[in-house]
């Protein structure tokens, strides 16, 4: 699995927190082989990716928050055809 294009340091990336931390594909289902090999995942504590209403399992505004996030930060290293050829979504 690639280092991640979102954060380099292993902390949860919402809360900054650094406790019981999973690690969330930004890009899940059939996209997540694709948010492994190309760095598109973050660190999330329990409670903020799948527990809870809030968390981002749970919550469709807070995922497409950090799916716009990261197509922008995938783009500026390797731009939108590309994005579009490994995801094959715009979420923007």
């Not at 340091?9 to 900054?16: N, S």
Request: net charge positive; with cysteine.
């Amino acid at each position: 699995m690639k280092q991640s294009i979102m954060q380099a340091d292993k902390i949860c990336y919402l809360t900054q927190r650094m406790d019981n931390l999973h690690q969330h594909h930004i890009y899940g289902g059939s996209r997540r082989p694709a948010s492994d090999k190309w760095g598109c995942w973050v660190y999330l504590t329990a409670d903020v990716h799948t527990i809870g209403a809030g968390s981002v399992h749970n919550n469709t505004e807070l995922s497409d928050q950090l799916k716009q996030t990261c197509q922008r930060r995938f783009e500026e290293l390797y731009g939108h055809d590309k994005f579009m050829q490994v995801f094959g979504k715009n979420y923007l």
